[in-house]
């Protein structure tokens, strides 16, 4: 009996390491960025270039920090829930337009309507970098010190809305 | 005079310029600095793009991986080290972006795990040869035992 009991318990632990190995996605890599201060840009503004837009000017407030570009397909599946959680006033959403043109983004938006308090335009990808950002959307949430709390790589769902982003935020606006 | 000149020596001479394998070389990089293309070429090699996660920074043509490219390449002209600008990156994108993890508690079971394995495993073997041994002893036969085969051998011749 033992004999058998031993391999057996093995194979248990290796399917279980190889079932845990399946679960894991290997586009999620943790950003080092979390729970330090987001870098500090000052980028011109999408809808007017002679406006600037700068991280410092959201200190006090808690934000989420959605990196966007017009052909990106995966920000048109989570713009919906944006525009939704723009209307519900719970949190301010600002953007930054990620290697795109003014005109395609201003399209995109006047289609698809506009979430965002104001738009960052990084046309060569510079901030992108500072962030770490490798797969448009990705998504910060920033709390009222301006230190990145949160990142989500890839589109937002529902479910990350609804389980991890909004509780977070509410949280961190009691802070 | 001229003419022949051309016809004999300098034309002659531009063919062979032109037809030698003098100029079949190695592809020159397209930079003039050659000593921060090698920097550049150096750490592409060392770092992931994280877009396709198997490649290198050098093997990528993920956009990404062409920005990152051209933001060492602006780095290495500056003068960074090869340290600065892997901090520079991992400070960004986390360790993620070494293909050589850094020693550190994080790591230390991918360091130390494989080493792990190899002692457990050689624990298991000599515990394994010690029972084998300790269960070939007990077959051994008895002094009485062993007589009484004799007597039966004996018997039979």
Same mark, same amino acid.
């Given at each position: ?60 407030? &808690? ?59 990084? &046309? ?11 797969? &448009? ?39 | ?157």
């Amino acid at each position: 009996m033992k004999r058998f009991l031993i391999p057996l318990l093995i194979f248990i632990v290796l399917v279980a390491f190889l079932g845990i190995g399946l679960n894991l996605d290997p586009r999620e890599v943790p950003s080092p960025l979390i729970g330090k201060p987001a870098p500090i840009f000052s980028l011109a503004r999408l809808d007017d270039p002679s406006k600037s837009m700068s991280p410092k000017d959201m200190l006090g407030k &808690v934000w989420l920090f959605n990196v966007w570009a017009s052909w990106c397909g995966a920000c048109r599946d989570e713009h919906p829930l944006l525009v939704a959680l723009s209307k519900t006033g719970i949190v301010p959403i600002y953007g930054m337009d990620y290697k795109d043109t003014r005109q395609d983004a201003q399209q995109w938006l006047d289609m698809g309507g506009n979430p965002y308090v104001a738009n960052a335009f990084d &046309v060569n990808g510079r901030v992108g970098i500072d962030y770490g950002v490798y797969g &448009v959307p990705e998504t910060y949430v920033i709390d009222k010190k301006g230190i990145i709390v949160f990142k989500q790589i890839g589109p937002i769902t529902e479910e990350v809305l609804r389980d991890k982003i909004l509780p977070l935020v509410k949280g961190l606006q009691t802070q | 005079m001229m003419k022949n000149f051309l016809m004999k020596r300098f034309l002659p001479a531009l063919f062979l310029i032109v037809f030698s394998d003098a100029w079949s070389n190695e592809a020159r990089p397209l930079q003039e600095n050659v000593v921060v293309e090698e920097q550049v070429q150096r750490l592409s090699t060392e770092l992931r793009c994280l877009v396709c996660q198997n490649q290198t920074l050098a093997d990528s043509h993920a956009e990404l991986a062409d920005d990152l490219r051209q933001e060492i390449r602006e780095m290495a002209a500056k003068g960074m080290s090869d340290q600065q600008i892997i901090d520079y990156l991992v400070a960004r994108y986390g360790d993620f972006v070494r293909y050589r993890p850094p020693l550190k508690p994080a790591t230390f079971l991918l360091w130390f795990g494989p080493f792990l394995l190899l002692i457990a495993g050689g624990a298991g073997l000599i515990v394994m040869l010690r029972k084998r041994q300790r269960d070939m002893n007990e077959t051994l036969l008895s002094t009485e035992e062993l007589n009484k085969v004799h007597e039966l051998l004996d018997k039979e011749s």
